[in-house]
């Protein structure tokens, strides 16, 4: 990237928030196939997702799983594979 183009390249702090989500999207979908590339999973949140402790799991075979987290850290409980 050249200076021009970090000069005229809009700050995130003034950025709307669909313009954040469009300019931060590739580094996302990078690092989730990283992690799915590494054995790992990736986590989100949707509208099954009830609750501000529960998440979805989305592993490389395309398993998904409905997760509950525990009081304690990696402590979690499986409510069920979407």
Partial sequence: ?????????????DMTPEELHDYLK?????LKQTALDNGSWYS?????????????????????????????TGEFTLLRVL
């Fill in 44 to 72: 989100y949140r949707n509208d099954l997702c009830t609750n501000d402790d529960m998440f979805i799991r989305e592993f490389k075979d395309g398993r998904k799983e409905l997760i509950k987290l525990g009081n304690k």
């Fill in 26 to 30: 590739p580094t996302a979908q990078k």
């Fill in 1 to 13: 990237m050249n200076m021009a183009t970090l000069i005229a390249q809009k700050s995130i702090f």
